[in-house]
């Protein structure tokens, strides 16, 4: 199994209501695809403008991130904002971290 780079991540709206889980080869390139969908219906992310990123992990290999993307999609609202707190206790957006 080859090493890459996978990120699981968690992206919020400009509110902090929404939460978001996803996986990516290219964070910089998904939080633009995020922003650029903004208020678009089709998808979730775009339906309610999360595009803010405030919480995220690297993973060397497809399969981990994959799993654990489906893991922390499977839990409850609290048990994710205690994940989020754990790195970003100040619920900071750190996309400018990212694509800086």
Known sequence: M???AFY???VTNPEKTVL????????VRRLQEHYESRGQPQTFAGKYY????????????????ISRE???KGWRRE??????K???????FLNDE???
């Open 2 to 4: 080859s090493e890459y």
């Open 8 to 10: 699981v991540y968690i």
């Open 20 to 27: 978001y889980t996803g996986m990516t080869n290219d964070l």
């Open 50 to 65: 999360c595009h803010r990123l405030i919480y995220w992990e690297h993973h060397r290999y497809v399969r981990n991130a």
């Open 70 to 72: 489906k893991e922390i």
């Open 79 to 84: 048990k994710k904002i205690e994940l989020i």
């Open 86 to 92: 754990s790195m970003n206790p100040d619920w900071r």
């Open 98 to 100: 990212i694509q800086s």
